[in-house]
């Protein structure tokens, strides 16, 4: 043994400086963008995260909902703190903490003693049950598993328990939001539907969408319009709520007599159909009224085409306040346009985000460049470019699918632009590449506040907007020399 | 040493109730689970009667990750110069990049690798297994970033249930990469805890890594190495510094910007130094049985315990160390008094709750204290009954006691002893600040740091006395 191990033991070694330069230059060469390209396994820092952090930010966002992870209890701790770094908030959720033997034996008991504890120490209207990885690899049976813990009386009957298989091998966590609503309004609205009848209220599914500003926008435009609304699922007041000097458990979210009711609206709308798809199909075939599905409105065009649709919709005409505040709106992109038209950007996030954004930044004259989404379809890289196409401003501008950050990290360094917009995780690639990054998305983990600053509706506009010129206005005064320094910009 | 003065309104009875009070307002079944790992601090005895290390108690909302968070984010992560493979599906390597702060030299995709690597399984893995997308990916791995000195494998949950072989896998790519492959097969549902992945990563690094490489130079008689400091806001970079100012050389660190190649030749140095020992102490015991390497642990947490520390690292040395030792103790006892000028008189007095990992609790109740404030409660997260044991006579008579705490039986003990500060994590930050209870988060330094060391306390003061005396916590209350 001894012998055979001083055979084979190596030297500590330092890699040479000149080795390291070139390997520097190499990774930011054309040669290595091709190499980086080629790859099929690996995948480095991706831009999405797994099912059930996206079924946890539906699960939230309910009334007296304590979502509920059933499976490994790590998960539950990543999803937990995900929220609670993006929001800086509270982000209860408890698990069920399968174990090895309940890799044996399944996860029923877990189940069991979980909602009996759960219910008991928290005190929920309702508990949304999803999954990790283990218990969908050994196939439990999630149906049987809650009829049993109703029939054997580890919970009561009227606690309403609705569950989403979320395997994060499948999907992203989008495909988490959808199934985790999908069953949540299965569930509410069973039995809820009335022939005839219609409460007149809009439904609005705004997606996976952690700014909290965006929600209340919503809100705050049917209000200005007077239109009655269900938002589902409402994440703003659970996300978002005040120190007063005394902790909620439950802060906020959708009434779950709101959400039973919206099976009777006169409308339901999406704003993230690719966050819904499932959701959507099935309201299609099970709501009343009107369905639709309109992008998120980013940007003047789209905000118009969201106000113009509720106000045909609910013939309701379009409020003074809403005409003056695009007026604004126009006022200060008009204003502001110098300092952003021809810069070129790349994008990278969930697909109803980066069609927004895309919209927003060909209204101001900018140029997208590279545009990435880290896991979605081809339909969606064909809405890209078709959004791409429509604007002479698009030209030029690749859409990329099924990549990930490093990929985008070699695009930023052989084609370079301006600036990305994404979130945190870009932070990478955009300090190789010198550029800004402008935080719109999820998770925000190193800045505070732009939670709450909406990005959608006219407000929205504005706020981009302030936030990209100003920051390539800073970049030219920190940096210019002496000479070119001045007063004015 | 003496026992820690009485903290006045704790008493044994006092806490107890408010134990008792709290498991009646639980199931019975939970209640009872949950009761031997509550206790009232008893300084004296021999062995801390509270349990630990048993699996959570399923729906109490318990704070615990899993063990190949222990693996990922504690031991393997932080080295700097190896690509970390978070083998399975998407989710666990997004969450565990880049949310522990522990830093590291090096260009970022050059010569450190501060990332995410991942396999991102889908179904087809699932269903066909996942050992050949797991070659190839090495292989792309290493021909993309060819400065790594290894690569290391770190299992989720699916792979350990559709019985891949990653151990397999990785000793062929061994070879024919001629670089370290150290499969670690941590799948989340192993064990109670993150512990378990500390301990199964330790087993790792005896079987894969440990003594396959030795130091270019001569081994001398100061070479240590410095264990279980993960370099969290830069901690390795406060204390290592003030282990080399009394003569020593550091020859590795495990593993905060650690380098792979010297935590291999580790089993060549003179003495190991441990700081957190829950995580570590495995391989410290492994190269005591084989190598004959004396071990011992230290506390840089606060000017009492570094100088504890220093005088007691002295002994395993000459006379030449020891002198250092007293010089550097000298040197830095006029500065740390200006710090306790500054900021003991406004902390004097207060008290604090902690729930931390495994180390931290007992660990910085020295620092408190150098600041003047009593700790009421502490208790960790995935600690075992030696954590316990060497945390019962760090603590006052009656203080209480938790392991593996639920929300629930948290918020009941901080609104009764309502301290002045709650040092835990993220999860629990929020809980207490909406409450209007100071909080520093204590497994990153609240985006502080580093905490370790001399220059670590000048922050560590600054910042609980920021936390305790923002006036932000006075606006709380609205007056209408």
């Known amino acids: 043994m001894s012998t055979e191990a001083a055979v084979t033991l190596k030297k500590v070694t330092e890699h040479s400086p000149e080795e390291i330069e070139r390997v520097k230059n190499w990774i930011n060469s054309e040669e290595y963008k091709e190499k980086n390209f080629e790859r099929t396994a690996l995948v480095v820092n991706p831009a999405h995260a797994c099912q059930p952090l996206g079924a946890q930010m539906v699960a939230s966002s309910f009334e007296g909902a304590l979502p509920f992870v059933h499976g490994s209890q790590g998960c539950a701790s990543y999803f937990r703190s995900t929220f609670n770094r993006h929001y800086r908030e509270p982000a209860a959720a408890t698990s069920d903490a399968m174990t090895e033997d309940g890799a044996v034996f399944g996860g029923q008991n877990n189940l069991f003693e979980g909602l009996a504890n759960a219910y008991a120490l928290y005190k929920p209207k309702m508990i949304p049950v999803y999954t990790t990885c283990m218990p969908e690899v050994i196939g439990d049976d999630l149906n049987a598993f809650i009829k049993n813990a109703k029939l054997q009386g580890h919970i009561p009957e009227d606690v309403v328990i609705p569950y989403a298989n979320t395997p994060s091998f499948k999907g992203t966590h989008i495909m988490g939001y959808d199934s985790m609503l999908l069953s949540i309004l299965q569930e509410l609205t069973a039995g809820q539907s009335v022939e005839g009848k219609c409460t007149g209220k809009l439904n609005i599914i705004p997606g996976f969408d952690g700014n909290v500003g965006n929600l209340r926008e919503y809100k705050r435009i049917c209000e200005l319009m007077g239109i009655p609304y269900t938002l589902l699922a409402d994440a703003s007041d659970v996300f978002d709520s005040g120190c007063d000097g005394e902790y909620k458990l439950y802060p906020g979210g959708t009434k779950l007599k709101d959400a039973a009711e919206s099976i009777n609206g006169k409308a339901t709308l999406t704003l993230q159909k690719y966050a819904t798809t499932q959701t959507m199909k099935w309201i299609e075939a099970e709501y009343t009224g009107d369905k639709l599905e309109l992008p998120m409105p980013f940007g003047v065009k789209k905000t118009d085409e969201l106000i113009l649709k509720l106000s045909k919709m609910f013939d309701k005409p379009v409020p003074a306040l809403l005409k003056k505040e695009r007026a604004l709106a126009v006022d200060a992109m008009t204003d502001g346009h110098q300092y952003v038209h021809g810069k070129k950007f790349a994008v990278v996030g969930d697909p109803d985000y980066l069609l927004g954004i895309v919209s927003f930044l060909l209204e101001m004259g900018a140029r997208p460049w590279h545009v990435l989404c880290s896991r979605t379809t081809k339909k969606f890289q064909k809405e890209m470019d078709a959004l791409l196409a429509s604007s002479p401003f698009g030209a030029g501008c690749t859409c990329y699918i099924n990549k990930d950050l490093w990929h985008m990290r070699s695009l930023l360094v052989t084609d370079p632009v301006d600036a990305i917009i994404g979130d945190t995780h870009a932070k990478w690639a955009a300090r190789d590449a010198k550029i800004p990054l402008f935080r719109i998305g999820f998770p925000i983990i190193d800045r505070i506040n732009l939670h709450r600053s909406p990005v959608v509706g006219y407000q929205g506009a504005i706020n981009m907007l302030t936030m990209i010129a100003n920051k390539f206005i800073d970049i030219k005064d920190e940096t210019c020399e002496d000479q070119w320094f001045e007063m004015m910009r | ?480």
Not at chain 2, 65 to 79: D, E, F, L, R, S
Request: aromatic residues 10%; charged residues 30%.
């Open chain 2, 1 to 480: 040493m003496a026992e820690r003065k009485p903290i006045e309104g704790i008493t044994i009875e006092k806490t107890e109730k408010l134990i008792a009070d709290t498991l009646a307002e639980m199931p019975e079944k939970a209640a009872k689970k949950r009761k031997p790992h509550l206790g009232a601090n008893e300084p004296s005895v021999s062995s801390c009667a509270v349990k630990s290390n048993k699996k959570v108690v399923p729906g109490v909302m318990s704070q615990r990750g899993c063990a190949y968070a222990g693996a990922k984010g504690v031991v393997w992560g932080p080295i700097r110069d190896m690509v970390h493979v978070s083998h399975g599906p998407i989710g666990c390597g997004v969450y565990s990049w880049g949310t522990r702060r522990n830093l590291m030299h090096g260009i970022p995709g050059v010569t450190s690798f501060p990332m995410d690597f991942t396999s991102d399984f889908q179904e087809r893995d699932i269903v066909y297994g996942g050992d050949k997308k797991l070659e190839t990916l090495l292989r792309e791995a290493n021909e993309l970033f060819p400065l790594n000195k290894g690569l290391s494998v770190l299992s989720e949950c699916p792979v350990g249930l559709i019985g891949d072989d990653i151990n397999a896998v990785a000793k062929k790519m061994e070879k024919e990469l001629d670089k370290l492959v150290v499969p670690c097969n941590c799948e989340g549902f192993r064990g109670v805890s993150q512990s378990l992945g500390h301990h199964i990563s330790n087993d790792s690094i005896r079987d894969h890594v440990i003594g396959k490489y030795e130091f270019a130079e001569e081994v001398g008689p100061y070479d240590v190495a410095l264990i279980g400091d993960y370099n969290i806001g830069g901690d390795v970079w406060a204390a290592k510094p003030i282990l080399e100012e009394i003569g020593l050389t550091v020859k590795s660190v495990w593993t905060g910007d650690g380098e792979i190649e010297k935590i291999a030749a580790t089993n060549k140095v003179k003495l190991n130094l441990i700081h957190c020992y829950r995580s570590m102490n495995y391989m410290c015991k492994v190269m005591e049985e084989k190598w004959n390497i004396p071990w011992l642990e230290y506390n840089f947490f606060g000017p009492t315990k570094i100088e504890e520390s220093l005088r007691a690292i002295g002994k395993q040395f000459d006379d030449k160390i020891r002198k250092n030792v007293e010089k550097v103790i000298k040197k830095y006892r006029k500065e740390m008094d200006d710090v306790l000028a500054e900021y003991r008189p406004r902390l004097e007095g207060k008290t604090a709750m902690l729930f931390v990992g495994g180390l931290r609790p007992r660990h910085t109740i020295g620092a408190y204290e150098d600041l003047g404030i009593q700790i009421t409660g502490a208790g960790y997260e995935f600690a075992h009954q030696d954590d316990y044991d060497r945390t019962a006579p760090e603590m006052a008579k009656g203080a209480l006691i938790y392991d593996d705490v639920s929300e629930f039986e948290l918020e009941k003990f901080v609104e009764e002893l309502k301290p002045d500060l709650v040092g835990s994590g993220i999860k629990e930050k929020y809980v207490f600040q909406k409450a209007g209870i100071p909080f520093r988060q204590m497994h990153s330094w609240d985006y502080s740091g580093p905490y370790h060391g001399y220059e670590g306390f000048k922050i560590f003061a600054r910042d609980i006395d920021m936390a305790i005396n923002s006036p932000t916590w006075g606006l709380v209350k609205s007056p209408f």
